[in-house]
């Protein structure tokens, strides 16, 4: 089912380009479009639970993105297709991933299974014609996070890891985060994260270290300022 979805979108023409779009009302039917188009596919390619999920990240991003002043449907479409290679065989998501011309890391070589978000950024640029830096960077980082990533990239690295459907995630958690600055909440998460990880004794990306120490300087930065 994946590989014969994956062969027909590939096979599309015409493609718009998401970063063109304005909020002119012809522009945002484009990107409504677009959106339905990764849903569609989203939902044909992830089992029921992952499409849930899928859904509650992709709305959970566009009320970041309000809440922190950035495009809220650009992020909805990140939401919508971050996992939409998560479960496609191992042999195609690597060709996929390794298209973005970045090396296979250590952790990535071991499970293949963490290249998904490199994969679907990918398949979003290339089978979707969406050539949108922003969103595509956002899919692509994930799942490790990467130092110097965009306010808009952070926020679908937020999502993915507090949209409601997480088992530890309540009302009132969720509530408690408004207090912080996107920068505060990103680093929050990263931490979580890492303690996570180390907790069941898995090791931690280098890149998710870098993005901690980065996080904590900029949190500093910020402070000083006042």
Do not use: W
Request: hydrophobic share 35%; glycine share 6%; net charge neutral.
């Amino acid at each position: 089912m994946f590989q014969t979805g994956f062969t027909s979108i590939l096979q599309k023409e015409n493609c718009m380009k998401t970063n063109d779009f304005s909020s002119s009302s012809q522009n945002s039917f484009n990107i409504e479009e677009k959106i339905e188009q990764v849903r569609l596919y989203a939902q044909s390619a992830e089992k029921q639970s992952r499409f849930e999920h899928s859904e509650r990240t992709a709305k959970m991003c566009e009320t970041l993105a309000l809440r922190y002043g950035l495009d809220g449907r650009r992020a909805f479409l990140a939401g919508i297709g971050h996992d939409i290679c998560k479960e496609c065989p191992d042999p195609l998501m690597i060709t996929l991933a390794v298209g973005d011309g970045l090396p296979v890391g250590v952790l990535e070589s071991k499970k293949t299974a963490l290249l998904h978000g490199r994969a679907a950024a990918q398949l979003l640029k290339t089978g979707f014609c969406i050539q949108d830096d922003e969103v595509i960077e956002a899919v692509q980082n994930h799942t490790f996070g990467k130092k110097g990533m965009s306010d808009f990239a952070k926020l679908l690295f937020i999502a993915d890891k507090i949209e409601p459907g997480r088992e530890h995630m309540t009302p009132e958690r969720l509530k408690s985060f408004e207090k912080f600055s996107l920068n505060e909440l990103t680093f929050l998460i990263v931490q979580e994260n890492i303690d996570y990880l180390q907790s069941k004794g898995k090791k931690v990306a280098d890149v998710t270290f870098e993005l901690y120490e980065y996080l904590k300087q900029l949190i500093k930065e910020e402070s000083r300022r006042g």
